[in-house]
């Protein structure tokens, strides 16, 4: 029988290759974004956004794009629209390999899932999904004010536990 074909086996046989890293060389303090947006409108409100914050920021085409990027780089923030080259986005592999991460790297990525289908800043449907903050399409308008808002209190939520962390050499 043969072995079915997927994204997860196609990275795994991936050759590395230098080209493939999104960031040859990044500034010490200068944060990283992955913006996973194919409404080129709705991406580059986004992008500039998060250009004003001060990120370098990453445009994948497509989902294996996407996954090949963050095989290579750490990205402090990660922007999702739960329908990025997907048809079915309950089955977004973007958000299901971030949800797969271990705890310690996961917990350096703030995501922020762009839906649809849910209203801005439900909180347990973030924690459902495993993503930090959602927002609705709606929304997108008031993207800078909703990402400095859940920047902030994702940096504040998270201080104390870093400080530990770095007390004891863990990060």
Not at 13 to 27: I, L, N, R, T
């Amino acid at each position: 029988m043969e072995e079915e074909t997927t994204i997860f086996n196609e990275e795994e046989s991936y050759q590395y290759d230098a080209s493939d890293k999104p960031f040859d060389f990044v500034e010490v303090g200068i944060g990283t974004a992955l913006v996973c947006e194919a409404n080129p409108a709705a991406r580059e409100k986004i992008s500039s956004s998060l250009r004003t914050m001060g990120y370098q920021i990453t445009e994948p085409a497509s989902i294996k794009e996407a996954i090949k990027n963050m095989r290579f780089h750490i990205y402090d923030v990660v922007i999702l629209n739960e329908n990025f080259d997907t048809e079915n986005p309950d089955a977004n592999i973007v958000i299901s390999s971030l949800a797969n991460l271990n705890v310690g790297t996961r917990r350096q990525i703030f995501v922020a899932l762009l839906s649809d289908r849910v209203r801005t800043m439900d909180n347990m449907t973030a924690f459902n999904k495993s993503v930090n903050v959602i927002i609705n399409m709606k929304n997108i308008d008031d993207i800078d004010t909703i990402l400095k808002r859940s920047l902030t209190d994702n940096t504040a939520f998270y201080h104390v536990f870093k400080e530990a962390l770095k007390k004891k050499g863990r990060l």
